[in-house]
């Protein structure tokens, strides 16, 4: 009977011995929160290259995106209470390859995909965007430093093919183009959204400032920035206007001047009403989406006149009294899902 345990054991090693335990994956992760709120030198260098080549990636957002990580989904306790919500087993007996294809918008925007793979024990097989590679795979390489056998649960692919799942983030055009590819799998495909304030005009000034930072946050790229703004009929725009202006500054990097001169110079020789604070333009428009140094506003009389908005595909997030609290967008925590899908019951289904 000893021997027959004993060769049990060894054949749960060989099936096993390799694999994490939940509450190993769960320390590695706390080692990989202090490493990342850190200074090492080959990670100051990493994040420094991710701002030289890509100029929307400015090193105040990338050291947002890191610390929105370290403080919100990186905690021992976070995640172990988020993974016993789920059920999520010690190790899988039958761990899935699931195809991760990432976007590119904001500094490490698909970091919370590779997270619920990791966490569900799953493998992770991922396509970087080329806009945002350099962090990830700098983050992959410190975890498998940090523990070898990561590197059989991560992997990095230019294509990716024979998967179990996918999950895949991009634009509606791109959006079509994984429907046909990876429809016949189990699939989360993500598609183009933004977020929308709801101003009833009793904001205090703070909450002014902090509707400001939802709004200009990564230059407004992501898509829980604020774009839309839903505002009382004859509101005064003064206000907000100026609360702004403290990102005025915007107007040093030479990607976002280009965008205001050149939307700025279209509403102008397009005779539309507009308004604007020397680095910021409102303008009246019924598309949540605005571009770049653009924030659309629509009246309402009545709060009857917004129900629609909580059935609006097109809206990530809801900011305003009795919604998100002004400041809170882009602070998402572990159970804020993309799209509102549950990606962590997605990949406990597989």
């Known amino acids: 009977m000893v021997l027959f345990g004993l060769l049990n054991l060894h054949l749960q090693y060989q099936k096993y011995g390799r694999q994490m335990i939940l509450q190993e994956r769960i320390q590695i992760l706390n080692k990989l929160s202090a490493y990342m709120a850190g200074n090492e030198p080959a990670w100051a260098t990493a994040k420094e290259r991710a701002a030289r080549e890509n100029p929307w990636f400015a090193p105040e957002f990338i050291e947002k995106a890191v610390n929105s990580i370290t403080n919100s989904f990186l905690d021992p306790q976070l995640l172990a209470n988020w993974a016993s ?3 999520v087993p010690d190790q899988q007996s039958q761990p899935k390859k699931v195809g991760l294809v990432m976007a590119g918008n904001i500094p490490l925007v698909g970091f919370h995909d590779f997270l619920s793979v990791f966490i569900s024990g799953h493998t992770a097989v991922i396509k970087p965007s080329s806009k945002d590679e350099i962090l990830i795979k700098h983050i992959v390489s410190e975890l498998i430093k940090m523990d070898g056998r990561i590197s059989e649960m ?3 692919a230019p294509q990716l093919a024979g998967l179990d799942a ?3 983030t991009g634009s509606n055009n ?4 994984f429907d046909y590819y990876f429809g016949k799998f ?3 495909i993500r598609r183009n959204r933004t977020s929308v304030a709801v101003i009833d005009g009793t904001e205090t000034a703070a909450e002014l400032d902090l509707l400001a930072d939802d709004i200009q946050s990564y230059f407004g790229l992501g898509c829980r920035n ?3 703004l839903f505002v009382p009929t004859n509101y005064d725009f003064i206000p907000l206007l100026t609360a702004l202006k403290k990102y005025e500054y915007y107007l040093d990097f030479h990607k976002y001047k280009h965008n205001y001169d ?6 102008i020789m397009g005779n539309k009403y507009y308004m604007n604070n020397d680095s910021l333009v409102f303008t009246e428009n019924e598309s949540p989406f605005s571009p770049v140094s653009q924030v659309h506003y629509q009246f309402y009389s009545t709060p009857e006149q917004l129900s629609h908005l909580n059935q609006n595909t097109d809206i990530q997030c809801i900011v305003g009294h009795g919604c998100i609290p002004f400041g809170s967008a882009q602070h998402p925590s572990l159970t804020d899902y993309a799209d509102g899908t549950d990606t962590l019951a997605f990949l ?3």
């Not at 050149?262 to 509403?267: E, I």
Request: hydrophobic share 45%; glycine share 4%; proline share 4%.
């Open 85 to 87: 919500k789920y059920g």
């Open 154 to 156: 991560v992997f990095f």
């Open 166 to 168: 996918y999950i895949a």
């Open 174 to 177: 791109s959006s079509r183009y």
């Open 186 to 188: 189990p699939n989360i």
């Open 226 to 228: 604020v774009t839309q």
């Open 262 to 267: 050149y939307h700025l110079a279209l509403l």
């Open 348 to 350: 406990q289904t597989l």
